[in-house]
Structures are given as C-alpha cells and as structure tokens.
C-alpha cells in the first residue's frame, strides 16, 4: 500500500519536473539496478577501513555513468564528478563501511560474511547501520542525474567515504585533498536510514542534528601486590570504582538541567586473580553532548575527578586520561534545511516530510562541515509502516542501527532516498 500510494504522488509530481522535483518513472528506470546493488552490497559487507571491494564496485558504477572517477581517496575512499556547466558544486556522501556483528534477519540474503578485524580477531561482518542503502540510493541518484542532465546545472561530486564507524574516513579523505585536488562543494548532502520513521519518509532536523562524541580511555595506577596484603599496596580497582561513581556526578549535578549530556563507562579492565591487586586499571568511556561548552565542561570535569580520585587513592602517579578518537556534532544549516523542506514534499508528499527531534548517536560527517561545506544531513525512514505503527501502540521494539536484527523495508526506503536526493540535487544545483 505504501509504495501505491508513492508512486501516486511520484508520478502526480511529475508534471513539475522542469521545476526541481522527480518523476516517479525516472526512479523506476534506475531502481532495479540498484536494488541488485543493495543485494550484493548486504552479502558482501567490508569492515571500516577495508572496503576495497565496495569502493570498486560503486567506482565501476559510476565510471558506467560518465563520472571522473577516483579511487583511494583517504584510503579506500571514492570521489566522482559530473560537470555539467556552470553553478554550484554540491557534494552528495554515502558511507561505505559495516559493522562486526553477526546477522540474525534469517533474510535469504543475509550476510555470512567473516573477516579480521584490526586486532586479528575473526568475525561477522553485518551491515547492520544501513550503509548499503545508502550507496545503493547514491548509484540509484546517480544514474538519473546522468540521464537527466537538463534539471540541472553544475558540479555534482558524489563520496563514497570509508570507515565512519570508526569516526576516521571523513578526516582521512579531507587530508587527503577531496576539498584541494576535487572542487569544493558549496553544499553537502547525505542521509541516514533508521527505524525512527516509516520506509517513504524522510525527517528533517534544522540546527543541531547529533552529538559531539568523545571516546576516552583512563588508566588509573596503582601499586600491586598480595591480596592478603592490601597495606602494602595502592589497589587500582578501588580508586577505579570510586571513580565510575564520581563520574555519575557530572550530568546529574554539574550540567545545567536541560542540557543533553552522556557519560558511560562502558568498560573496566582490571586484574587476573582474585588474590592479586593489580597494579593498573583500564576504564573506557563514551561522551555525547550537544553544545559546545557542555562538551568542553563535561571533559574538563571527567579530567578534574579522574586526577582527584586517583589523588585521594593514594595514587603513585596521576592517571593517563587519552580522548583517543571524537567527532563534532553535524550542524544543518538551518536557512539550508527550510529551502530543502519545498522539494522533499514535492517529490515525496507532504505528509512524508517530517520534523525530527535531534539523535543521540553520532557520526564523521561533521569533518566536512569543519570544512566550511553548508550541509543538509536528513534522515530517511526505514521502518516497516505496519511493524511501527504496532511498535508505537506498544507491541515490541524494531531494531536499532547496529542490531542483529536490523532490516530495512528495503523498496519503499531506497525509493524514497533516491526521490529524496534527486529532488535535493536539482534544487542545489537549479542555476542562481
Ligand atoms: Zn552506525
Ligand atoms: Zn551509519
């Protein structure tokens, strides 16, 4: 019923063509191929970092469609340019990353797929954030902008950025030139699919859309020895679990009430034996905040309290406390969002284009925004309508990005995110 009901207002839109929006019979022309590409894309997934066979693949795609092509951009990054006259340059992203989790969708194409990770582990390999729908959507938007070169004028760059996961592919692509050897873009695009929203709509977040995020590690010193002997040692996971506690404090009494702010020790490592005190302990913690100076307050207080306790420990030296890998917040231009919001209702219908509440999770895209690149970053629905709607009247949770269990309603979501982007990409790159 849902994909009825957008072919009707695709094809009721068509007549406005000329004026930036899509016709549904554009994305019909393009849509099984890249619905072929998603299929292959989900049972060939690549960790952050390794995507080598993806990257050729979307390279080979686009190289098909007439783009200048080029690979290995910040590792296994690709950029592709269409120039078709003057105007603007606007930059439409994917990333190309999965994730190591084991795939449990019992789907006929789920992934099998195992690989080595980093550290030499073997494990699943899952596209469980969706990034497969998002470089089938961007091959899909590709080829129409190809066919239809007449709706548009300028330079369209499209990215296939590697490791987001890993909050690295975004910083590793700009230093490697995408903004000096590449035109920079005017505007960014890029999408992300979730189960916020039903498969057919898309949400729009003007201002703040995420969260800064900071991974930090501390190592808390202590002194080892017997564990019969607490006397003559300093024990670690002591001064360690009074700190975990003293952390707490730092959302619920330092920020200011209403302002977002996370702290999560997610990891404590510490000992081998039940009559050893070790002799150093390992926590790692995840932060989110939304404004600036909350992330700058709540990363001076994690400092401050680490050093205290560990002082108050008795503590041979102080803690090492390492922010060893972070992101910005993505920031939608606002005045870009509310210019957007006219041809996402064109192509997808009004009721279709929904305001949307900032999200907690966060992502590298904000790299290209520290570039000076005005963005747009939206968010595209992904969620069975039925199997929402029973959710929202209290039946059970669909699957967040990362789960298992993750599983977009694949048609009417790729639709809609091709739809999406051609009818943003005409509206950017429309001429003034
Ligand atoms: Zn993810
Ligand atoms: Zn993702």
């Known amino acids: 019923m849902r994909i009825t009901k957008l072919l009707a207002v695709f094809t009721l839109s068509g007549a406005a063509l000329a004026q930036g929006v899509v016709d549904s019979r554009e994305i019909d022309a393009v849509y099984r191929q890249a619905h072929e590409l998603y299929l292959d894309l989900h049972q060939a997934p690549e960790l952050s970092g390794h995507e080598a066979q993806t990257a050729s693949k979307l390279a080979a795609r686009l190289r098909t469609l007439g783009y200048e ?5 910040g ?8 120039r078709n006259g003057t105007g603007p340059t606007v930059m439409l992203r994917s990333e190309l990353d999965a994730l190591p989790v084991e795939e449990k969708t019992g789907l006929s194409y789920a992934s099998k797929v195992r690989a080595q990770d980093d550290a030499g582990l073997d494990v699943p390999v899952m596209h469980a954030c969706g990034h497969d729908l998002h470089i089938a959507s961007l091959v899909g938007t590709a080829a129409v902008m190809a066919h239809n070169q007449d709706a548009w004028h300028g330079t369209l760059m499209l990215i296939g950025q590697p490791a987001e996961e890993t909050i690295t592919g975004a910083k590793a692509m700009v230093k490697d030139g995408l903004f000096t050897r ?37 190592t808390i010193f202590g002194r080892g020895g017997h564990g019969s002997q607490p006397n003559s040692t300093v024990d670690p996971i002591v001064i360690a679990a009074r700190t975990i506690l003293s952390l707490q404090t730092i959302v619920s009494r330092e920020v200011k009430p209403g302002e977002a ?6 990891y404590v490592r510490a000992g081998t034996k039940n009559n050893i005190i070790p002799d150093k302990a390992e926590m790692g913690l995840t932060v989110r905040t939304y404004k600036d100076e909350v992330r700058q307050q709540v990363l001076a207080a994690i400092i401050r309290i680490s050093k205290a306790e560990a002082a108050a420990g008795g503590a041979p030296k102080e803690p090492l406390i390492e922010n060893y890998e972070g992101t910005a917040s993505v920031y939608n231009d606002p005045a870009l969002a509310n ?14 284009v929904i305001a949307t509440e900032p999200i907690m999770p966060s992502e590298d895209y904000s790299a290209f925004i520290e570039q000076g690149v005005r963005s747009f970053y939206f968010s595209l629905g992904g969620a069975d309508p039925e199997r929402l709607a029973a959710s929202k009247a209290g039946g059970p949770t669909l699957p967040s990005n990362h789960s298992p269990l993750f599983a977009p309603d694949v048609e009417p979501a790729l639709r809609a995110g ?7 990409l005409r509206n950017l790159l429309n001429g003034k």
């Open 182 to 218: 590449f035109p920079k873009p005017d505007f960014g695009i890029a999408l992300h699919v979730g189960n916020e929203l039903p498969a057919g709509q898309v949400g729009i977040t003007p201002g703040v859309y995420n969260t800064n995020s900071d991974s930090i590690r501390i």
């Open 418 to 424: 091709i739809g999406a982007e051609v009818a943003v």
């Open 339 to 352: 210019r957007l919001r006219a041809p996402l209702e064109a192509a997808l219908g009004k009721e279709n």
């Open 261 to 266: 702010a996370v702290v999560t020790v997610g």
């Open 75 to 82: 590792g296994t990054g690709v950029a592709a340019i269409l």
């Open 69 to 73: 092509v080029t690979e290995h951009v």
